[in-house]
């Protein structure tokens, strides 16, 4: 699903740059243009960021597809 409609950025993109090594808002912003234009985006790419972190990425969620344009 994308969440990032302005740079093409998907919910797999975002949990791959986690995986990596992202861990904030900012991070996701300067690797994946996360938030760069509109900024519409950054509250939902924000709730997969906690979700990583609150339950490991192995475990995360499917974002919630209301929040991607809310
Ligand atoms: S949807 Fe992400 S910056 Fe516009």
């Known amino acids: 699903m994308y969440i990032c409609i302005c740079n093409a950025v998907t919910d797999k993109d975002i949990q791959c740059a986690i995986k990596k090594g992202a861990c904030s808002l900012n991070d996701l ?10 900024g519409r985006c950054k509250t939902c790419a924000k709730k997969i ?6 339950l490991g990425i192995q475990t995360l969620a499917t974002p919630d597809p209301t929040l991607a344009f809310a």
């Open 49 to 54: 960021l906690n979700q990583s972190q609150t």
């Open 29 to 38: 912003s300067k690797q994946l243009k996360v938030g760069t234009c509109c």
